[in-house]
């Protein structure tokens, strides 16, 4: 079957810039870095940026451990953390620049949604989910697929955020994440796109019942040991949130980091994700991730042309204008970013910058390659 235009360019665009060998940085800290003007970029222009990124950090609250405001069911359920602003840019998978610290762990919000998708991948590839277009409720029969409503859904609908799942799990309904209205009704399942928790978090479950072991165990086994993390990371469900696999109780993990929990990672570990990524799921001669998994996941889903699995895509450049259309995104609150862009053969990472102020940064990182 022909790949549809947009992954044609896209896969183009990713091949290594130069016929040698991609360079892929070992564990640890002997990561290799490039000089800016080495790397085709201007060094006052790529300087510009950073002061940039640093000047518009976003604000550090004294504590996060408090309810939400202005939300129908706002109680944190999980742990959480203050932050401090950093970031790294790769270009050919070498550092070309670094600032604040970026070994520091930290939460992440919702880029957790996309080492979500990475899991289930991860189970795609292995034959765990056969079809992504047959209902949920044929592999998980813990009751959150019998409802008329909620029978017909999807793997896609839940990685698309289309599923329009309706319930609650761990204490908050869905209507607690409604983002398009609190007190609207559902639609059926793949005709609506809603940015909701809830529902990712009903992903995470569903995954944790297919693989029947914890997914942090899952990603770090086939993909962050692999590509060479480092073993300070973590992924936090709610204090609530278990359920008994082989006689012993397992967290589920929070997909999306609302209310707390969620993966909380360095940001040169957020690199390497980002790295695999522009990679093509190939680490050093394994293919951790399968291109055809990776050109559904990036492919546009046809109700909301920015969002794929749990990947923010730049359509027509609708996201973000300053980056190529060919540019995908893992967002969080809080400026929480990893930047994938294929045509520049870069991946940027960026940690609490005012996310109104994130187009900005990334038009002063392309004109520094512009401009050198």
Request: hydrophobic share 40%; net charge neutral.
């Amino acid at each position: 079957m022909a790949r549809p235009p947009f992954l044609a360019v896209l896969l183009a665009l990713a091949a290594p810039a130069t016929a040698q060998t991609p360079y892929f940085p070992p564990p640890g800290d002997a990561w290799e870095r490039r000089d800016a003007r080495a790397a085709n970029f201007d060094p006052a222009l790529l300087q510009e940026a950073i002061d940039f990124a640093l000047a518009n950090a976003a604000p550090v609250p004294p504590t996060l451990a408090a309810p939400l405001p202005n939300e129908p069911y706002p109680d944190i359920l999980g742990p959480v953390k203050a932050w401090s602003p950093s970031g790294l840019i790769l270009r050919h998978g070498y550092i070309i620049a670094e600032w604040g610290d970026t070994r520091r762990v930290d939460v992440t919000f919702s880029v957790a949604k996309s080492y979500l998708s990475t899991v289930a991948g991860l189970a795609f590839d292995r034959g765990l989910i056969p079809d992504l277009d047959r209902p949920v409720r044929e592999l998980v029969r813990d009751g959150g697929f019998d409802s008329d409503h909620n029978r017909p859904i999807t793997w896609r609908q839940l990685l698309t955020q289309t599923s329009e799942w309706e319930g609650t799990l761990w204490g908050k309904p869905d209507v607690a994440d409604r983002r398009l209205g609190y007190s609207r009704t559902l639609n059926p399942p793949g005709s609506t796109w809603e940015y909701n928790d809830v529902r990712v978090n009903r992903l995470a479950l569903s995954l944790l019942r297919v693989w029947q072991r914890p997914l942090p165990d899952v990603l770090r086994e086939f993909v962050m040991d692999p590509i060479g993390a480092s073993g300070s990371w973590n992924w936090y469900g709610y204090y609530n949130a278990y359920i008994e696999i082989g006689g012993r109780h397992v967290q589920s993990v929070s997909g999306g980091t609302h209310w707390g929990g969620g993966i909380w990672m360095t940001t040169r570990d957020h690199a390497r994700l980002g790295y695999l990524m522009l990679r093509r799921g190939h680490w050093a001669g394994r293919q951790l991730l399968s291109e055809r998994w990776l050109e559904m996941a990036l492919t546009p889903t046809p109700i909301r042309q920015d969002y794929g699995f749990l990947w923010w895509l730049n359509t027509n450049r609708q996201r973000y204008s300053s980056a190529s259309a060919t540019s995908y995104f893992a967002l969080g609150s809080g400026g929480n970013m990893i930047w994938v862009d294929p045509a520049l053969d870069l991946v940027v990472v960026t940690r609490w910058i005012q996310p109104a102020r994130l187009n900005d940064f990334i038009g002063k990182v392309t004109r520094a390659y512009a401009g050198s």
